[in-house]
């Protein structure tokens, strides 16, 4: 399965993430779905603050030129929110997995969806 099958077909089809992309720990993307213009010097910052959530608690996180309110994380886990919207990630061994999902979705859903695939791609390495 290619990393483009995973966003659509795992994250997206899910109807729990309306956003996503796969990345490497520096910043490359490997996939994303279709309009979500992160940059990788976005997702340098969000990976760096999985170890050091400061730089999050203080700047929040911006992902697409949008910012988001930091609510919590640990070292592999970031969630935040914005209105009707929310962000979250996982990190694994070799990618971060950013995810964007919206009302009525809730964040407990999104979280299964993103987690699921996360622990999948540990488990492969990745």
């Known amino acids: 399965m290619s990393w483009q099958d995973y966003v659509d077909n795992q994250l997206l089809a899910s109807q729990c993430v309306t956003k996503a992309c796969i990345a490497g720990h520096d910043g490359n993307i490997w996939a994303q779905s279709s309009g979500f213009e992160v940059t990788k010097e ?7 603050g999985f170890d050091q959530q400061d730089g999050l608690t203080s700047n929040g996180v ?3 030129g949008q910012r988001y309110i930091y609510l919590s994380g640990t070292d592999r886990v970031v969630r935040a929110k914005l209105g009707r919207s929310g962000v979250h990630c996982m990190k694994t061994t070799q990618a971060v997995i950013v995810s964007i999902y919206e009302d009525p979705v809730q964040p407990q859903q999104a979280a299964s969806v993103v987690e699921k695939l996360g622990d999948y791609l540990i488990t492969c390495g990745y």
């Open 42 to 48: 976005e997702l340098s910052k969000l990976i760096s």
């Open 62 to 64: 911006t992902l697409a």
